[in-house]
Structures are given as structure tokens and as C-alpha cells.
């Protein structure tokens, strides 16, 4: 597989690897693919108080370009509303990363997990309900 | 050149010993004769090259030279044997026995006589890799006309018991096949012994050129082949084709090699794989793959759980080794040896193959354990499920967040 220096470089040197606490209330958390599938991504938030997205974690079992995918994505997430943050696509993703036709599903995995980690924070803080964990359930 | 990685796939191929290629190189320019030339010295002297070979051949295995087939590598060897063997017999019986671990050669040989009417049971051994004698005995039926069993798996290094599979064979008056390709120089092969009818051999595996195999035919009791390649009738018409003298030689020295030099040699390398073993048996959540007494001393198969196989093989750049996943341009399939012995997909995609041989050394093991312990970690910091199996959490319990949004179909990347 040729990969794109782009991706070597997010694959050796991974921006941003780690996690917040999931349970805090300025977290919102993302968990999308399957072990099955060869891709799990989680991806984490923290939103400050004015809207914006101060900080991105990730966490990825995947391929090089899940990986480099993943870690992408948490630099272009920090400075954006929610709401500019949905306009990421993985058309985006894809063509930063050059990835080969055969990767493009990680980029798709890529938006997926911004997607499912907004839900997450949306949901706690507009229900105020316990913040849930994406880890345990596939809401 | 740039800086190539360290070499850990001698089972995949081996480079020609520096003593077999300085044999192989007159034949090219100075003994040119075609060993079928009656007429003149130039056949003559070829002749007594390749009689020569067969003789280094037949000793390593302990057989009659007479015995000998050449063909162009163990590929076509198998070939020959269970389609030659099948249409030979085919009045005797219909029904081919093998294994699901097989190579394909001999796994896509027979389907290829289902295809033609034959019909075949594949065996899935025992989760250590070994044929289960009574399930094969089981398998057994009236019209069974040939078994095609491996000595040595390519991908596990398990060795096969064949002498009860043969016995069994014997008993039955079925036709019995061994594909020995990685098994030459690694363990005693003793064909007076053996209860085998056909045996396929390899060069490139035991340090000979690539190009060149060979078929023993055992002649008591006499085992008799269709041709598959039709000609000048060369090889008692076994297999026609102009002999390629040079690389014949290449097979019978490095074959004369090995039996020279096997038991010292094994035991050296057996040392070095102990040691890889004992490294990476200390990895957390590493399991070996196939039985490890039952085994040859140059093979070992690992799959590191929580760690992605692709990603892993991107991080083991340094060193040069074989992975249980097949990188195909559109998917990612996982070993089908690995998943006959009852792997789960993501260890079977997370394994690795390491394969040492005659030029490995002592600081390559260590540089290979280094390198495997500490891209492991990295991979497993970077991994959702390693936090996951820390934290307790049944990986198996949890429902994924797939078959909907994440496997929709993705937009067009614009170029």
C-alpha cells in the first residue's frame, strides 16, 4: 500500500492520542466502526462555554489511514463551533490525506465519528442527562 | 540500494548460498549442452551434470535417483502428482482427500478436479494445526483415490504426522501425496522409510534457485502419473521440457548442502527462535499460532491482540516478515490457515509470520523483539480497544456502531 507522506506523518507522529474523561459535561465522545470491520475510532471533544471546540482527543485501532484519518481530524475540529464542524466532510479528509480509493471508508469513518461525538454532547447538555458512554452503548 | 529491512521471511524464499550459485554459473556459459544431446560431449557433460543432481537430490531425501522428477518449482510438482495421479486412477475412484491448511497449490489443484467431475473433502485440523487422525480416518471413503497432506505448513511450521497418514493409505491402496516444499533441509525425510507415493520438492526454499522443483514417483510399489505437459517425453515422460541444466545443478548442491548441514544448523537456528519466542512470549496478549513441539525450528507465527494487522505491518518496516493478512487492493482478508485453526478474524489479521534461516543472526532476533515489543506498545496506546480490554470491558459484549451510518456508501472524493 502507497500511502501519502501526508498520512506516513500522521501515522508516525499522531497529533492529539489520548482521551478526556467521558463523563465530564463539556465532553462529548464518538465511538464508530467495529473491531470486525479492522476500524474503531473514538473521538472525543471538549467544548468551551462560548461554543467553540477547544481541544480534540483520538483514540484509533485501524489501518494506517484510519489512523491518520483520526488524527487529522482532531487538528481541523479545535477553533470550530459545532456547527462548522459538521461541515467537515470526508471529501475533505480524503483529499488532504490523498488516500487510495480503497481508504476512502476511513474518511467516511473520519465524519462519522465528528458526527457521533456533537450527538453525544448535544444530548448531555441539552437533556442534562448523565453523560452517557458511547463506549458501552450504540446509541 | 536503499537500507532494505532485516530478513525474516525464509519462508517465503531464500537467497541461492554463494557455493550453489558459483556452482550454477559454468553451466550457463561453458556447459551449455542439452542433457537430451546423444550425439556429441556437450550432452554428455550436461547428462552427467544433472545425474549428478539427482543423485544430491534423491540422498537428501533417501530415495532412488530414478525416482526423481524435475519440474519447474513444488507449484507444478503438486500439480503433476494429484491431477496426474487423479486422471491416472480415475477409474478406481472419484474422491480426493486434503487438508484446509494445504497451499494452494494443492488446494486450487483440487478444486480444479472438482471442476472436473472429482469430488473432495477438505479436513479442518486440530486448533494446533495437526491433521486429526480419526477424523481423517472418518473421511475416508470406498472411492477414495488420492490424499495430498503437507509435511510442513508454510505459514505455522507444524509438521504433519505422515507416516500414520500413509500407513493408513497404505492399508486402503489409496494414493498418498506429501508436498515437502517447506520441508527440505528442515526435517529428516527418509523416503525408503515412508509410506508416501509422491513427494514434491522446492529449491528456492532450501537456499537453490527459484525455477526449479522436483517430483519423487516412488517405483515400489510403482505409482503411475498422467503427463500434464506433453513433448519430447524428457523425464520417462513424466514431464517434458529441455532440462535447465544450471539450475538443476543449483538444486542438487543446495540440496547436498542441506543434508550435510541440517543437524548443526537447525540446532543454531532453533536457538535463535527459542530466543524470539522467549521475547515476545512476554508481550501482553500474544498468542502463538500452530503447535510449537510439533514444529520446525525455523517458524514462528504470533498474532498480538488489540493491534490492527495492517497498521502493524506499516510499523514493522525494519524488518521483513510475512503477515497473516492478505492486503489485497480492495480488501483485507484474513489468513485462511489461521481461520481453519479456528483464529478469530482480528487475530488472524494480526498475526505475524517470522521465518529464520542460515544467515539470521543473534542481533537481528534482538533488533526484531525490540522493534515488535515497542511498535506494539505504540499501536496499543493508540488503541481504543487495548483502553477497552484494560478497563475490563468484553470487547465482545458491546454492540458496534455499524451496518448504518459508518458503512453508507461515501461521497465522491472530487479530484
Known amino acids: 500500500m502507497a500511502y501519502s507522506d501526508k498520512v506516513l506523518d500522521h501515522y508516525e507522529n499522531p497529533r492529539n492520542v489520548g482521551a478526556f474523561d467521558a463523563e465530564d459535561q463539556d465532553v462529548g465522545t464518538g465511538m464508530v466502526g467495529a473491531p470486525a470491520c479492522g476500524d474503531v475510532m473514538k473521538l472525543q471533544i471538549k467544548v468551551n462555554d462560548a461554543g467553540f471546540i477547544e481541544d480534540a482527543k483520538f483514540k484509533t485501532y485501524g489501518c494506517g489511514s484510519a489512523i491518520a484519518s483520526s488524527s487529522l481530524v482532531t487538528e481541523m475540529l479545535k477553533g470550530k463551533t459545532l456547527d462548522q464542524a459538521l461541515d467537515i466532510k470526508n471529501t475533505h479528509i480524503a483529499e488532504e490525506l490523498a488516500l487510495p480509493p480503497v481508504k476512502i471508508h476511513c474518511s467516511v469513518l473520519a465524519e462519522d465519528a465528528i458526527r457521533a461525538a456533537i450527538s453525544d454532547y448535544r444530548s448531555k447538555n441539552m437533556t442534562e442527562a448523565d453523560g452517557y458512554n458511547a463506549c458501552k452503548s450504540a446509541a | ?415
Open chain 2, 1 to 415: 540500494m536503499t537500507d532494505l529491512p532485516i530478513y525474516l521471511d525464509y519462508s517465503a524464499t531464500t537467497p541461492v548460498d554463494l557455493r550453489v550459485a558459483n556452482k550454477m554459473f559454468p553451466y550457463l556459459t561453458e556447459v551449455y549442452g542439452n542433457p537430451a544431446s546423444r550425439s556429441h560431449a556437450y550432452g554428455w557433460n550436461a547428462e552427467a551434470a544433472v545425474d549428478l543432481a539427482r543423485e544430491q537430490v534423491a540422498s537428501l531425501v533417501n530415495c532412488d535417483p530414478k525416482e526423481i522428477v524435475w519440474t519447474s518449482g513444488a507449484t507444478e510438482s503438486n500439480n503433476l502428482a494429484i491431477k496426474g495421479a487423479a486422471h491416472f486412477y480415475a477409474a478406481n475412484g472419484k474422491h480426493l482427500i486434503t487438508i484446509k491448511t494445504e497451499h494452494k497449490a494443492v488446494l486450487d489443484t483440487v478444486r480444479e478436479l472438482e471442476r472436473e467431475g472429482f469430488t473432495a473433502t477438505y479436513l479442518s485440523p486440530l486448533e494446533n494445526g495437526l491433521v486429526d487422525i480419526e477424523v481423517f480416518k472418518a473421511a475416508i471413503q470406498p472411492d477414495t483415490i488420492v490424499v495430498s497432506v503437507m509435511l510442513v505448513n508454510n505459514e505455522i511450521g507444524v509438521i504433519q504426522d505422515i507416516i500414520t497418514i500413509g500407513n493408513i493409505c497404505r492399508e486402503k491402496g489409496i494414493i498418498f501425496h506429501v508436498d515437502a516444499a517447506q520441508a527440505t533441509g528442515k526435517v529428516e525425510i527418509d523416503l525408503e522409510k515412508l509410506p508416501v507415493d509422491l513427494m514434491s520438492f522446492s529449491a528456492h526454499k532450501t537456499y537453490g534457485p527459484k525455477g526449479i522443483g522436483a517430483l519423487y514417483v516412488c517405483r515400489k510399489p510403482r505409482i503411475r502419473l498422467e503427463a500434464q505437459m506433453h513433448g519430447g517425453g524428457h523425464e520417462r515422460g513424466f514431464r517434458s521440457g529441455t532440462l535447465p541444466v544450471h539450475q538443476i545443478v543449483g538444486m542438487g548442491e543446495a540440496f547436498s548442502i542441506a543434508k550435510a548441514e541440517m543437524a548443526e544448523e537447525n540446532a543454531r537456528i532453533r536457538i535463535l527462535r527459542d530466543k524470539l519466542w522467549a521475547g515476545l512470549s512476554t508481550v501482553e496478549e500474544a498468542y502463538l499460532n500452530g503447535d510449537l513441539a510439533q514444529r520446525v525450528p525455523h517458524n514462528l507465527n504470533v498474532s498480538f491482540n488489540y493491534v490492527e494487522g495492517e497498521s502493524l505491518m506499516m510499523a514493522v518496516k525494519g524488518i521483513a516478515v510475512s503477515s497473516g493478512s492478505a492486503c489485497t487492493s480492495s480488501s483485507l482478508e484474513p489468513s485462511y490457515v489461521l481461520r481453519a485453526i479456528g483464529r478469530e478474524d482480528e487475530l488472524a489479521h494480526s498475526s505475524i509470520r517470522f521465518s529464520i534461516g542460515r544467515y539470521t543472526t543473534e542481533a537481528d532476533i534482538d533488533y526484531a523483539i525490540d522493534l515488535i515489543k515497542n511498535k506494539v506498545g505504540q499501536l496499543r496506546d493508540l488503541s481504543p480497544l487495548w483502553d477497552m480490554f484494560k478497563a475490563g470491558i468484553d470487547i465482545a459484549s458491546v454492540s458496534w456502531v455499524h451496518g448504518t451510518e459508518s458503512h453508507r456508501e461515501p461521497e465522491a472524493v472530487v479530484a
